[in-house]
């Protein structure tokens, strides 16, 4: 890569060598994030999520705590990104019958010097693979797909929100 590519690279030094942004000019502001993914499976491994018939246990609700939770070691598992105090951490999993299977999101809050967008696609993620984990005794051919970021605000680049029929209502 030349000098001018490299430079526009912020985790790339000089000689192309990786490195971890430094944010400590930048002021703490305000972040939020929002992510989406979705988990698609056949309508009787769905029954059996929604009746709760599976050796596992409560499949939702350990999901959305094994969200939550990764969300706050996002920083352990993506090397270049910063550890943050989340202030807010929200997972939602909703029945989405027509994929089959589940819409799931993840809001995420923070007041620090970078933003939370790999938090909340961390905790979709791996609460789509609990989902997995927790059924794949009933089906080994479930989906997970359309991860996404669907908004986010502060800081110097300012808000995104992904274009409509790509993200929720927000």
């Known amino acids: 890569m030349d000098t001018n590519t490299l430079q526009s690279l912020s985790h790339l030094d000089q000689n192309g060598n990786a490195q971890m942004v430094d944010v400590t000019h930048k002021p703490s502001t305000v972040r939020r994030a929002i992510?989406?993914?979705?988990?698609?499976?056949k309508t009787t491994t769905l029954d059996a999520i929604q009746a709760g018939n599976l050796p596992k246990g409560d499949v939702l609700g350990t999901a959305k705590l094994a969200g939550i939770?990764?969300?706050k070691q996002t920083a352990?598992?993506?090397?270049m990104c910063h550890p943050l105090n989340l202030t807010n951490v929200d997972v939602k999993i909703m029945l989405d019958e027509n994929i089959p299977g589940y819409q799931i999101e993840a809001e995420v809050k923070t007041k620090a010097e970078t933003g939370v967008e790999m938090e909340a696609m961390?905790?979709?993620t791996i609460a789509a693979l609990t989902i997995y984990d927790m059924a794949k005794s009933l089906e080994k051919t479930m989906i997970i797909s359309n991860t996404r970021l669907v908004?986010?605000?502060?800081?110097?680049?300012?808000d995104f929100n992904a274009p409509k029929g790509e993200s929720c209502d927000i």
């Open 35 to 41: 992510a989406m993914c979705e988990i698609s499976m």
């Open 69 to 71: 939770m990764a969300a």
């Open 76 to 79: 352990n598992l993506i090397p």
């Open 122 to 124: 961390t905790a979709v």
């Open 151 to 158: 908004h986010k605000s502060g800081g110097k680049s300012g």
